[in-house]
């Protein structure tokens, strides 16, 4: 395994790259670039609560909609493989492994990403409950009628829904599974050896879930299972539980959300754009540019995704190209804000060849 291939951080941490890291710099200007839009993000948020007088929710421990699992189960998991892959990792590499300064830069900056995403989905739900608060008219209706417009595409998927439940086991879980699988796996094999796609798809991840939850309030739906409800018994049992809880804010407003939000901080509800799906393909975008070995994995979670989205009536067919748009605009921002990290380390490589006599 090559430590030091194609490492991002050991590029711009350092005028060449060695064994050695420099810690001169705390954060690489892409990540400090970041950290800001974070930060932007958090205050329009705290625009947004003191607008319409709603508070931020201390999160209780709550199971994933659809899933018979703690929400924090999949970050937390993340944090202790990585930890655990990378110890080991550096222990058995026969090569260019990576003295104990950079692989601590490299900890760091991982480590450093992962908790801006945990602090990103924090404001992201908390943005998510206060929807019927900051607009609570509803685009359900025009929403459903394209999807009657639209009925083949729903039959189509429903007939690929069909044949996938014969082979697929618990078929019911794999729509929120699927999503969570190739989250952590995405982290952990971009993380280890070639790192050349890791931070874009970090820095995708956090534009994609700032995005998102901001337009969420320009044309909200709750989703087309107010009008008839898909094969998957799990996910219609969730839809109905977000959909009382969305009623609930509805009714109770910020009030509700002080005194209750945190019991319910993983089940408010939002069918406009589909962020799972927008998530997904980013994963997907950048392990098919990075040649990972997840890449197959990743493209038939996308899929499955797509699908169940639908079908499980989570989505409105008009939801998946939103949230596809939405996922275009975070790549285009990424690639161009890790513009700078790429040709350092396209320098760092060549110089390597060249040391080597290449």
Avoid at 81 to 90: E, K, M
Avoid at 149 to 175: K, S
Wanted: proline share 6%; aromatic share 14%.
């Amino acid at each position: 395994m090559n430590w030091e291939k194609a490492d991002g951080t050991a590029a711009l941490a350092s005028p060449v790259v060695t064994g050695k890291a420099s810690w001169r710099r705390l954060l690489p200007p892409d990540m400090l670039v970041v950290t800001l839009v974070v930060l932007g993000f958090f205050a329009i948020a705290l625009a947004i609560a003191h607008r319409y007088g709603i508070s931020f929710t201390e999160p209780r421990p709550g199971k994933i909609p659809g899933l018979d699992a703690n929400y924090w189960a999949p970050p937390i998991f993340a944090a202790i493989a990585y930890l655990v892959i990378q110890l080991i990792g550096r222990q058995v590499a026969r090569s260019n492994r990576p003295s104990w300064a950079a692989f601590g830069r490299r900890i760091f900056d991982d480590y450093y990403l992962l908790a801006l995403f945990i602090f990103v989905i924090y404001v992201h739900f908390n943005i998510k409950m206060w929807i019927p608060v900051v607009n609570p008219a509803l685009y359900d209706e025009t929403y459903f009628a394209i999807d009657q417009a639209l009925r083949p595409v729903i039959d189509l998927f429903a007939w690929l829904r069909g044949l996938g439940a014969r082979v697929i086991p618990a078929v019911d879980i794999w729509y929120q599974a699927g999503f969570f699988a190739v989250f952590v796996l995405s982290y952990l094999t971009h993380s280890i050896g070639n790192r050349r796609w890791h931070y874009h798809n970090m820095i995708g991840l956090l534009l994609i879930e700032m995005i998102g939850p901001l337009s969420y309030l320009f044309a909200p739906a709750v989703g087309p299972f107010i009008y008839e409800q898909g094969p998957n018994a799990m996910a219609t049992n969730a839809e109905l539980t977000m959909y009382e809880v969305y009623k609930q804010v509805l009714a109770g407003g910020a009030a509700w959300v002080s005194e209750h939000g945190g019991q319910y901080f993983a089940q408010p509800l939002a069918a406009m754009p589909s962020l799972h799906v927008g998530a997904t393909f980013v994963i997907v975008y950048y392990a098919v540019k990075a040649r990972q070995w997840v890449s197959p994995l990743a493209v038939l979670a996308f899929a499955w995704i797509v699908i169940e989205s639908v079908v499980a009536r989570w989505h409105y067919v008009i939801d998946l190209p939103v949230g596809l748009l939405l996922a275009a605009i975070a790549i285009l921002l990424t690639n161009r804000l890790c513009r700078g990290r790429q040709i350092e380390i396209d320098r760092a490589a060549g110089l390597a060849h060249a040391a080597r006599g290449g």
